[in-house]
């Protein structure tokens, strides 16, 4: 079945040759439609995960569904050709579960919505818009539960459903789904607000198409698409050899005592087509850390990647799509089966650039970025306030930028370039808690001529008794050098309880008390470093101790000599740096810290755990 476009006019588009100047002022404006739809998301969102962070991803695509403007990638082709039903004027389409789109939106608490435009009887665009919402039900608070076997358990699960039909609001279906959740105040905020950003987007494609005319416009988008598809087999043809090269890394665990789980990709070219193969990649999580990669939403991650290391002048979108073929083996961490959970995907997510970045690097090592972006730190925090008030807190934090070609990594950044952090004086104004330390987490950057950014060191205090989750990675597999540079330093957890003793924690815990007046330190990962630390500028490591950035400590794994003032004792410091050089092993491409096995084997007394992680196999086999 595929989806019947129910059009009063179809009358096919002509096509037009666009002029140069047309073309950059559509273009543009398209752009700034795009712009204009996450303006309006976060003036109209309630959650401070949309509204603060900007957890939420537009596009405007063409009459097929090809992506002109976004960020993620189109869904909508694959959503057409499995959508039983019509799309006509005055529909708009909401859906939530991920099997329902071959994973175009990657969890339910992903709400999406597509609208169709039309325009004089005649389809001329889609727009779309989906955010992360705080809580959708389920076992837990946050709704990612991440001892979950099943995507059931993980809240409520939304198929592809009319929430406007021909002009007509479905209000029962919102009660409905409403009731599910332990903040329909923030959920029907949100979603309004994802509608509004499509609705003015779909303002402002009609108002292009009516200044320059329907045909013009979307000749215009299929320019857009076609320059792009030649700028990418350019840069393919420049960048991916015909011979394969592989890569992979390693989510620490699954919480619940399994790990690291193997992400492995294989990448060659055959002539202008690149082939990226999954084929080595661990077998789906019982658990809620499966990743289900929609193939067109990795393209879009291969080309975004692509474009920002090589030209980031090239406009995004689907253009290059049929350049790529995506091989991701069924059953794997990143295919997983019906019902899978897969709540607590973010680490798979964030990895899959790391992975990209060490396959796409072998072949130009100048153009190589350590690792780091990694995953995406998440903190939950619910319970009652004195006033006997429901309070809950979803907030993404952010890790270290690995270190580059062309400088340091970025301290305490988001994964996602658009993402912000949520305010420290918006916690405390909405939610009981002080945060008593706001703060790069020094020494924890990999050492490199470029060093990878700091993760940061977060103290929450509480002022209410509650319960936290804690959903991160990167605290047993450390994010990687290049080029010479050093590994990042792992993330930590510590619980500081009121009465002085501490704790340390899991990075994927649920449910875990706290009292008025405990303190939790939230410690992110380091970038991995680029290029051999002992070719770094010595004045630099030595104003980066006042800086607060390195401590005389770390600054000897650069060779550095200094005092805590940051003075630099040049002839001690050339001294120890002709002593590295001259017994230090030969340095490598890429380096990865201690092995697998050796990290498990002082798992104890790295992490302070009670006990090491198994391996995945042994998992799988107490499984069966």
């Given at each position: 079945m595929?989806?019947?476009?129910?059009?009063?006019?179809?009358?096919?588009?002509?096509?037009?040759?666009?002029?140069?100047?047309?073309?950059?002022?559509?273009?543009?404006?398209?752009?700034?439609?795009?712009?204009?739809?996450?303006a309006?998301?976060?003036?109209?969102?309630?959650?401070?995960?949309?509204?603060?962070?900007?957890?939420?991803?537009?596009?405007?695509?063409?009459?097929?569904?090809?992506?002109?403007?976004?960020?993620?990638?189109?869904?909508?082709?694959?959503?057409?050709?499995?959508?039983?039903?019509?799309?006509?004027?005055?529909?708009?389409?909401f859906?939530?579960?991920p099997?329902?789109?071959?994973?175009?939106?990657?969890?339910?608490?992903?709400?999406l919505v597509?609208?169709?435009?039309?325009?004089?009887?005649?389809?001329?665009?889609?727009?779309?818009?989906?955010?992360?919402?705080?809580?959708?039900?389920?076992?837990?608070?946050?709704?990612?539960?991440?001892?979950a076997?099943?995507?059931?358990?993980?809240g409520?699960?939304?198929?592809?459903?009319?929430l406007?039909?021909k002009?007509?609001?479905?209000?029962?279906?919102?009660?409905?789904?409403?009731?599910?959740?332990?903040k329909?105040?923030w959920?029907?905020?949100?979603?309004?607000?994802?509608?509004?950003?499509?609705?003015?987007?779909?303002?402002?494609?009609?108002?292009?198409?009516?200044?320059?005319?329907?045909d013009v416009?979307?000749?215009?988008?299929?320019?857009?698409?076609?320059?792009?598809?030649?700028a990418?087999?350019s840069?393919?043809?420049?960048?991916?050899?015909?011979?394969?090269?592989?890569?992979?890394?390693?989510?620490?665990?699954?919480g619940?005592?399994?790990?690291?789980?193997?992400?492995?990709?294989?990448?060659?070219?055959?002539?202008?087509?690149?082939?990226?193969?999954?084929?080595?990649?661990?077998?789906?999580?019982?658990?809620?850390?499966?990743?289900?990669?929609?193939e067109?939403?990795?393209?879009m991650?291969?080309?975004?990647?692509?474009?920002?290391?090589?030209?980031?002048?090239?406009?995004?979108?689907?253009?290059?799509?049929?350049l790529?073929?995506?091989?991701?083996?069924?059953?794997?961490?990143?295919?997983?089966?019906?019902?899978?959970?897969?709540?607590g995907?973010?680490?798979?997510?964030?990895?899959?650039?790391?992975?990209?970045?060490?396959?796409?690097g072998?072949?130009?090592?100048?153009?190589?970025n350590?690792?780091g972006?990694?995953?995406?730190?998440?903190?939950?925090?619910?319970?009652?306030?004195?006033d006997?008030?429901?309070?809950?807190?979803?907030?993404?934090?952010?890790?270290?930028i690995?270190?580059?070609?062309?400088?340091?990594?970025?301290?305490?950044?988001?994964?996602?370039?658009?993402?912000?952090?949520?305010?420290?004086?918006?916690?405390?104004?909405?939610?009981?808690?002080?945060?008593?330390?706001?703060?790069?987490?020094?020494?924890?950057?990999g050492?490199g001529?470029?060093?990878?950014?700091?993760?940061?060191h977060?103290?929450?205090?509480f002022l209410?008794?509650?319960?936290?989750?804690?959903h991160?990675?990167?605290?047993?597999?450390p994010?990687?050098?290049?080029?010479?540079?050093?590994?990042?330093?792992?993330?930590?957890?510590?619980?500081?309880?009121a009465?002085?003793?501490?704790?340390?924690?899991?990075?994927?815990?649920?449910?875990?008390?706290?009292?008025?007046?405990?303190?939790?330190?939230?410690?992110?990962?380091?970038?991995?470093?680029?290029?051999?630390?002992?070719?770094?500028?010595?004045?630099?490591?030595?104003?980066?101790?006042?800086?607060?950035?390195?401590t005389p400590?770390?600054?000897?794994d650069?060779?550095?000599?200094?005092n805590?003032?940051?003075?630099?004792?040049?002839?001690?410091?050339?001294?120890?740096?002709?002593?590295?050089?001259a017994?230090r092993?030969?340095?490598?491409?890429?380096?990865?810290g201690?092995g697998?096995?050796?990290?498990?084997?002082?798992?104890v007394?790295?992490?302070g755990?009670?006990?090491?992680?198994?391996?995945?196999?042994?998992h799988a086999?107490?499984?069966?």
């Amino acid at each position: 079945m595929a989806a019947q476009i129910i059009q009063t006019n179809p009358v096919p588009f002509k096509k037009i040759d666009i002029d140069p100047v047309t073309l950059d002022i559509i273009e543009n404006a398209l752009r700034n439609a795009r712009i204009e739809m996450d303006a309006t998301l976060v003036r109209t969102a309630m959650s401070p995960g949309i509204r603060e962070q900007g957890d939420a991803f537009p596009l405007i695509a063409d009459p097929t569904g090809k992506m002109i403007v976004g960020q993620f990638g189109s869904f909508i082709g694959g959503f057409l050709d499995n959508f039983e039903g019509t799309l006509e004027d005055g529909d708009l389409i909401f859906l939530s579960d991920p099997y329902s789109v071959d994973g175009a939106v990657s969890h339910s608490n992903d709400w999406l919505v597509l609208l169709p435009v039309f325009k004089d009887g005649r389809l001329i665009a889609y727009t779309s818009m989906f955010g992360h919402q705080s809580d959708i039900g389920g076992k837990v608070v946050g709704s990612m539960p991440i001892n979950a076997t099943s995507i059931f358990e993980e809240g409520v699960r939304i198929p592809p459903v009319k929430l406007w039909k021909k002009g007509e609001y479905n209000e029962d279906l919102m009660k409905l789904v409403l009731h599910q959740t332990r903040k329909p105040d923030w959920c029907q905020a949100d979603l309004n607000a994802l509608i509004a950003s499509c609705r003015v987007a779909s303002r402002r494609v009609i108002e292009m198409a009516e200044r320059f005319g329907d045909d013009v416009y979307v000749s215009a988008t299929q320019e857009l698409l076609a320059r792009n598809h030649r700028a990418m087999k350019s840069l393919l043809t420049m960048a991916v050899a015909e011979e394969p090269v592989s890569f992979e890394d390693y989510i620490c665990d699954d919480g619940m005592g399994a790990g690291p789980y193997r992400i492995k990709c294989t990448m060659w070219r055959e002539g202008e087509k690149v082939i990226l193969d999954f084929a080595g990649t661990d077998p789906q999580s019982k658990a809620s850390i499966n990743f289900f990669l929609n193939e067109n939403m990795f393209k879009m991650f291969f080309g975004i990647y692509m474009i920002m290391v090589f030209d980031p002048q090239i406009l995004f979108n689907d253009g290059f799509y049929d350049l790529i073929d995506v091989r991701i083996p069924e059953g794997s961490l990143l295919k997983p089966k019906f019902p899978a959970a897969l709540s607590g995907r973010t680490h798979a997510l964030g990895r899959i650039f790391d992975i990209l970045g060490g396959l796409l690097g072998q072949k130009t090592p100048e153009f190589l970025n350590a690792a780091g972006f990694s995953s995406s730190p998440h903190l939950f925090y619910s319970g009652y306030d004195a006033d006997e008030k429901w309070f809950q807190l979803f907030q993404i934090g952010f890790g270290g930028i690995p270190g580059r070609p062309l400088g340091d990594g970025p301290d305490g950044h988001s994964l996602w370039p658009g993402f912000t952090n949520v305010p420290n004086e918006f916690l405390e104004r909405y939610f009981p808690l002080i945060i008593e330390r706001y703060d790069t987490a020094p020494d924890s950057g990999g050492a490199g001529l470029h060093r990878g950014g700091n993760g940061i060191h977060m103290t929450y205090r509480f002022l209410a008794s509650g319960t936290i989750s804690i959903h991160d990675d990167r605290w047993f597999v450390p994010p990687w050098g290049v080029n010479g540079g050093e590994p990042g330093k792992r993330a930590r957890k510590i619980l500081e309880k009121a009465d002085g003793s501490t704790h340390i924690i899991g990075n994927k815990v649920e449910d875990v008390h706290v009292d008025v007046d405990d303190q939790l330190h939230f410690i992110t990962w380091g970038g991995g470093g680029w290029g051999d630390p002992l070719d770094r500028d010595a004045a630099l490591v030595g104003k980066e101790i006042t800086q607060g950035l390195v401590t005389p400590e770390g600054a000897r794994d650069y060779g550095v000599v200094a005092n805590a003032k940051g003075q630099v004792d040049m002839a001690a410091t050339e001294a120890l740096r002709t002593q590295m050089r001259a017994t230090r092993p030969a340095l490598e491409l890429f380096n990865y810290g201690p092995g697998i096995d050796a990290l498990r084997a002082n798992c104890v007394a790295e992490t302070g755990l009670e006990a090491p992680i198994q391996p995945v196999w042994m998992h799988a086999e107490a499984a069966e």
